[in-house]
């Protein structure tokens, strides 16, 4: 990866939170409560929580939760901090996420983002996301739509080549 070193990505741990919350807080208007990471990490079994770790400090740089729900993957929450975007940590830490899931039998992505997003849909649609749905005034800040983004092929071998890319 150009311009930035010693990326590795790793499950979250109870130890990163306030720094994830931090990542949460500076990129959305309606970030989660600190509180809902570490549920996410002790009581949600579904839930499989990454962050990207940079530098030889190990700085939390992006942070990603996703549910897998049966055999679907989907994404909770993804954000990399102000001072490390464009590097693609966003793009490896969704691949890590994803691969992982697939491991675990997931056959289908899902996630929602705002209509605004335009950075994030065109993160997901370099994965393969497409835009299945619409969620009309679904949040409650601003009252924008929401995009239901799905990813549809995981298992197939094109997309496992496609996330490989990234990593
Ligand atoms: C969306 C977000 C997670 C992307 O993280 P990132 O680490 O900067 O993304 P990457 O560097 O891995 O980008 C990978 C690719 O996504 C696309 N992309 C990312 N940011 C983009 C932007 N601002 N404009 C256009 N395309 C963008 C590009 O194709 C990019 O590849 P490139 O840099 O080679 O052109 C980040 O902008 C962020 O945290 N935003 C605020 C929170 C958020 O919106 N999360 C998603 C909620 S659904």
Redesign the pocket.
């Known amino acids: 990866m150009a311009g930035i070193e010693r990326v590795v990505v790793r499950r979250m741990e109870l130890a990163d939170v306030e720094a994830v919350h931090q990542?949460d807080t500076l990129?959305?208007s309606l970030p989660w409560p600190e509180r809902s990471f570490r549920f996410e990490l002790l009581e949600n079994p579904l839930s499989r929580a990454w962050v990207a770790v940079v530098g030889e400090e190990k700085q939390i740089?992006?942070m990603m939760v996703l549910w897998l729900i049966v055999d679907e993957a989907h994404?909770g929450?993804?954000?990399?901090?102000?001072n490390?975007?464009?590097?693609?940590?966003?793009?490896?830490?969704?691949a890590h996420g994803l691969l992982a899931a697939r491991e675990e039998g997931a056959q289908q992505s899902f996630?929602?983002?705002?209509r605004g997003?335009?950075?994030?849909q065109?993160?997901?649609?370099?994965f393969g996301y497409e835009v299945t749905a619409v969620r009309a005034r679904y949040y409650r800040d601003n009252g924008e739509d929401a995009l239901l983004m799905t990813l549809a092929d995981l298992q197939s071998e094109a997309c496992r080549v496609r996330l490989t890319a990234?990593l």
């Open positions: 990542i990129s959305f740089a992006a994404i929450t993804l954000a990399t901090h102000p490390f975007r464009r590097l693609g940590l966003g793009a490896r830490l969704l996630l929602e983002v705002r997003n335009l950075a994030a065109a993160l997901y649609q370099r990234f």
